[in-house]
């Protein structure tokens, strides 16, 4: 499901992003070392009551001023606004109203958007000053005492958030549709492959990068299953993304990501692998999201007997952080191997989604610590107790040992490899929690 976007703007200096990072917490404090992936901190996911939403940070709007800088921030406001459901207005106590605040709600008014109206800096405990009352003039909705520093007053900004986010603001799917989410970089042929799925150009086609300014779904239904592909905007590098509409629409594909059961990492078999297909594959894999990588343009490449086999050992080196992930060479354009791409999609979402039982996960457990024993340290050595599944999407498994500092990477690594060549865990990262059970060591 598509989660509801809740965008926060202002004008600068009224702390929105002091206000954004209190508002998501430690949710964007993540520290991971898989190779390939990227954050765009531009945006995260939000919980409050049971509920999540998304929550994007935009630069501060300057409607009169001509720089550069501040036109192009006003441009990313403006597209987040279009795009949100609700919208935060922040705005300073102790700068009171300024012409620039009455700008922007004039804006906002003008969007039909929802306005939750949030008065940043209120810091002292006790009765409001006579100032806070001043922002009823913008003609908005009732004002909001927050302090971004210290936490006061979110909680009631949250409860109005989540007021007037619209009940339907989520797309409603059959249990049975896959959602895909076709990524890669820019003209690599996405809107090409999703044309040729769905029988008739839906989107457009062109040889200029970034045609595709934001997300769509398109469903297809057909004898391999229901489906529903998402199209975005090809993800650049980042010291590549000079203007803040390709920023946003980098935003939009992570967030298609968020929303998807597989997703689709397009590559040019005339380009080959780059470092930014590592980084937008990275991503899904960081995700736990099944994986199909597509090499389209296959057609154009000169190929001989062996072209095919030497690419595709090539790729696995390329792709050695996520060997998983099955590779498909297809020709959007002349539509070759395009049922095999959603046959491949379809069986990727299900190991996605198996559940193994408890059972005989501990049978495959036992076999493997038999055939490999596990390692000691100091006359110490691990004990694997048992071992069952968690939950799914993607598959997570929970280990309990005697001393998780004993279950060196090498062999959660044969670990895991027992597990996906046991059960086909194919297109998928699984997930191993290693858990001390306190249990004396006899």
Not at 46 to 74: K, P, Y
């Amino acid at each position: 499901m598509a989660l509801p976007l809740v965008a926060v703007v202002g004008r600068p200096n009224v702390g929105k992003s002091t206000l954004f990072n209190k508002l998501i917490g430690e949710r964007l404090s993540i520290v991971d070392d898989t190779p390939g992936v990227t954050r765009d901190r531009i945006y995260a996911k939000c919980e409050w009551l049971g509920h999540e939403f998304m929550l994007v940070d935009t630069g501060g709007i300057e409607l009169a001023s001509q720089d550069n800088m501040l036109m192009l921030m006003r441009r990313q406001a403006e597209l987040a606004i279009t795009s949100a459901q609700v919208i935060i207005l922040v705005v300073d106590l102790k700068c009171g109203v300024t012409a620039a605040d009455e700008d922007v709600a004039v804006m906002l008014r003008k969007s039909g958007k929802p306005v939750v109206l949030c008065v940043n800096k209120c810091d002292n405990v006790g009765s409001l000053p006579a100032g806070f009352y001043e922002f009823y003039n913008l003609g908005l909705s009732d004002p909001i005492a927050v302090s971004s520093v210290h936490g006061h007053g979110t909680g009631d900004l949250l409860d109005e958030v989540l007021k007037n986010i619209p009940e339907d603001s989520e797309e409603a799917y059959d249990e049975d549709v896959i959602r895909v989410a076709v990524i890669g970089k820019p003209n690599v042929g996405k809107s090409s492959l999703i044309n040729r799925l769905c029988g008739e150009e839906r989107t457009i086609v062109s040889d200029m990068a970034g045609t595709t300014r934001d997300a769509t779904d398109t469903y297809v239904e057909n004898d391999h299953g229901k489906f529903v592909f998402i199209d975005t905007a090809g993800i650049r590098r980042k010291s590549k993304v000079f203007e803040n509409v390709e920023r946003y629409s980098v935003l939009r594909a992570y967030m298609a990501v968020d929303r998807a059961d597989v997703a689709v990492v397009v590559i040019d078999a005339l380009e080959g692998f780059t470092e930014q297909d590592s980084k937008v594959a990275g991503y899904a894999h960081e995700k736990g999201k099944a994986i199909v990588i597509a090499v389209n343009k296959w057609d154009a490449l000169e190929k001989d007997g062996s072209t095919m086999n030497e690419y595709t050992k090539k790729l696995e080196s390329d792709f050695s952080f996520m060997s998983y992930a099955p590779f498909v060479f297809i020709s959007a354009k002349n539509g070759t191997r395009m049922d095999k791409l959603l046959e491949m999609i379809k069986y990727t979402a299900q190991q996605n989604s198996a559940y193994i039982s408890t059972g005989k996960l501990n049978d495959v457990l036992a076999y493997a610590t038999a055939r490999v024993q596990p390692p000691s340290d100091k006359g110490r050595r691990l004990k694997l107790y048992y071992i069952t599944q968690s939950s799914t999407k993607p598959p997570t498994f929970v280990i309990f040992v005697n001393r998780a500092d004993l279950f060196h990477f090498s062999y959660r690594r044969y670990i895991e490899n027992q597990i996906r060549e046991t059960f086909s865990l194919d297109g998928t990262p699984i997930v191993l929690v290693v858990r001390e059970r306190d249990q004396k060591d006899v």
